[in-house]
């Protein structure tokens, strides 16, 4: 079945520090990937999508790169802000008529002043 | 601007008792789903609806049923409320067919706790 493994949190970095947060995955076909950012007291919103092996999804300074070889797609940022205190979901969509989204388990973001 | 509703932010309700959770998009979607959130186990969808009176179970749908009567609201039902089911749920919302199938719209969320 499908399957996403993220990076455990929480992660705590000082402002302006670089985040790297893991995912892999496991899929049947070729499935688009996601990153859902949840603010606290929010529902999740899209932060950035890659549908095809290669592609690079970027989105407020976030960037993820689809990679097949590696059943990989991390989420990078430069700089952190404290406003980017959250929690971070990977996801999945299988390949083919599959409407519904495969998450991994979150990881929480604290970014200190 | 694009928007999902859920009829309470947060619920309290007592073992046994029938549970409704409703929500509402205004995007005149055709997918609906509903997840619940637990610390460490990340979404995991309970069911999900991709017309007027269609439903497909998810990877957790024991004690749980749903309702579609019209496109634009999608009703959970605890038949029987348990205290295992006391989770923050979910309700998402996507376009069936189109460049942007793929985006789920998410609702702010549901705190049911069960006593």
């Known amino acids: 079945g499908n399957s996403v493994t993220q990076m455990e949190g929480p992660v705590t970095l000082s402002e302006e520090a670089f985040l790297t947060i893991n995912c892999t995955y496991t899929a049947t076909g070729y499935p688009s990937l996601f990153w859902y950012v949840q603010y606290p007291g929010e529902g999740l919103q899209l932060l950035l999508k890659?549908?095809?092996?290669?592609d690079k999804g970027s989105n407020k300074g976030f960037e993820a790169t689809y990679r097949k070889e590696t059943t990989s797609f991390h989420l990078e940022k430069g700089s952190v802000q404290v406003s980017d205190s959250a929690v971070y979901f990977c996801?999945?969509?299988?390949?083919?008529?599959?409407?519904?989204?495969?998450f991994g388990s979150g990881t929480q973001l604290t970014v200190l002043p | 601007d694009v928007k999902v509703t859920q009829s309470s932010r947060y619920l309290v309700k007592r073992t046994g008792e029938k549970v409704f959770l409703e929500c509402v998009q205004d995007m005149d979607h055709e997918n609906m789903f509903w997840y619940r959130q637990d610390p460490g186990l990340g979404l995991r969808l309970i069911y999900f609806s991709y017309d007027v009176k269609m439903k497909e179970k998810g990877d957790i749908p024991e004690g749980y049923s749903v309702s579609r009567e019209k496109k634009e609201r999608f009703s959970l039902i605890l038949e029987s409320a348990s205290t295992n089911q006391t989770s923050m749920y979910l309700c998402a919302s996507s376009k069936l067919r189109t460049g942007d199938t793929d985006t789920q719209y998410f609702g702010p969320g549901t705190r049911l706790t069960v006593l």
């Open positions: 996801a999945l969509r299988a390949g083919g008529s599959a409407r519904q989204l495969t």
């Open positions: 890659a549908t095809k092996a290669d």
